[in-house]
């Protein structure tokens, strides 16, 4: 067990900060891991403890302690501004460090990042210290991104694969028309979750605080129909994510949108996306007149990424989701509210990847079109 030289005992104002810097997502991950070093030390963890919990090394923990207890908090939370230029690096260490980008992350982490890079340089003796700007310049000059994962290098390239991306990029490309609108379809499971104690209120001088603690109330899936073009999308929440949960779904949308001629639905393989669903919810009869409004263009298999509706998701996660919600009612509530507020403002998507990118990184030729 590694002796603690510096002890970090946090003042009740210093607690309070830390917390709140803490929950909120607007920080740098490396502030994030130094504000929980803190944190954790102050509630008596070794070295070694607080090192498996954040995933770093006991020197990086050390560092920390050291910053707060002989230069305060704030210097032991950020980084001193340094003048001039990044440390150089020579050929060799540029070498050693693009070599540990190009191997596998460390166990227990699903991807390298800078401040891993960093503090493995430092552990592997490639450096005795480096921020992580050297590494970044380093990286970008050789167009290496480890922490990214693009699922479109990964699928083997058979013809379906390429014909069901032509066709949903083909329909991107497509001018805008109201009487045929296309419409990315897509769903979101998420916990429901209510405070065990009630939330304590901002002060001045002191943020709101929410207890660590929190009691499940299942889950729910949000269904999302985003209409890109229009600056339009419609939320649809359900207990489940059924057959009959996505023809009520499909039912929604084509009264939403009564009087198009043709519905383009944009929406990935799942096996609840299909005909079935609404002939085994509504009968052959009524299947069939909501099929007439609708056409599908199915995204191929690990080609989600073509469908528009998982960019509006992400957004919706960051600004309407990413808190407790106990129950059904509440999360409706608030998805509309969120949506209301999307669709006055007419927010676009502004969808970059043509069937001209696709055949160029791809090596497609001109045959596919």
């Given at each position: 067990m590694t002796y603690k030289k510096y002890n970090v005992e946090l003042k009740e104002e210093e607690k309070d900060y830390l917390e709140h810097f803490t929950s909120t997502g607007e920080r740098s991950a490396r502030d994030m891991r130094r504000a929980r070093t803190l944190l954790l030390s102050d509630r008596g963890k070794t070295d070694e403890e607080i090192a498996d919990i954040l995933g770093v090394s006991t020197?990086?923990?050390?560092?920390t302690r050291k910053q707060y207890v002989t230069?305060?908090?704030?210097q032991a939370l950020h980084d001193k501004p340094r003048p001039g230029q990044p440390k150089k690096l020579s050929s060799s260490q540029e070498a050693q460090i693009i070599a540990v980008a190009c191997s596998d992350p460390p166990e227990g982490r699903k991807r390298w990042t800078l401040e891993l890079l960093r503090e493995r340089a430092i552990e592997n003796g490639i450096v005795d210290e480096i921020s992580t700007e050297p590494i970044r310049i380093l990286l970008k000059e050789h167009d290496?991104?480890?922490w990214k994962k693009k699922m479109w290098c990964i699928p083997e390239l058979i013809d379906e694969f390429v014909e069901q991306m032509m066709d949903?990029?083909?329909l991107y490309e497509r001018p805008y028309n109201e009487t045929e609108p296309i419409v990315c379809l897509d769903e979101k499971s998420t916990q429901l979750l209510e405070h065990s104690r009630e939330p304590l209120p901002?002060?001045?001088g002191r943020p709101k605080r929410i207890d660590s603690e929190y009691v499940r109330k299942g889950t729910a899936t949000a269904f999302l129909m985003v209409e890109p073009k229009a600056g339009k999308r419609y939320t649809f929440v359900r207990k489940r994510r059924t057959k009959k949960d996505y023809a009520l779904c499909l039912e929604k949308l084509v009264e939403r949108y009564y009087g198009a001629e043709r519905i383009h639905v944009v929406q990935d393989n799942l096996?609840?996306?299909s005909e079935d669903s609404l002939v085994e919810t509504f009968g052959e009869e009524k299947a069939q007149r909501i099929m007439n409004c609708v056409e599908f263009h199915f995204t191929p298999v690990h080609g989600s990424w073509l469908n528009m509706a998982e960019i509006e998701i992400g957004i919706m996660e960051t600004e309407c989701l990413g808190r407790r919600l106990p129950n059904m009612k509440a999360l409706e509530k608030e998805l509309k509210a969120w949506e209301k507020r999307r669709n006055e403002r007419r927010?676009?998507?502004?969808?970059r990847f043509s069937r001209e990118d696709a055949r160029k990184k791809f090596n497609l030729g001109t045959r596919h079109n």
């Open positions: 020197r990086t923990v050390s560092r230069e305060g908090l704030e290496l991104k480890p949903v990029l083909e901002m002060k001045p096996n609840t996306h927010k676009m998507i502004n969808w």
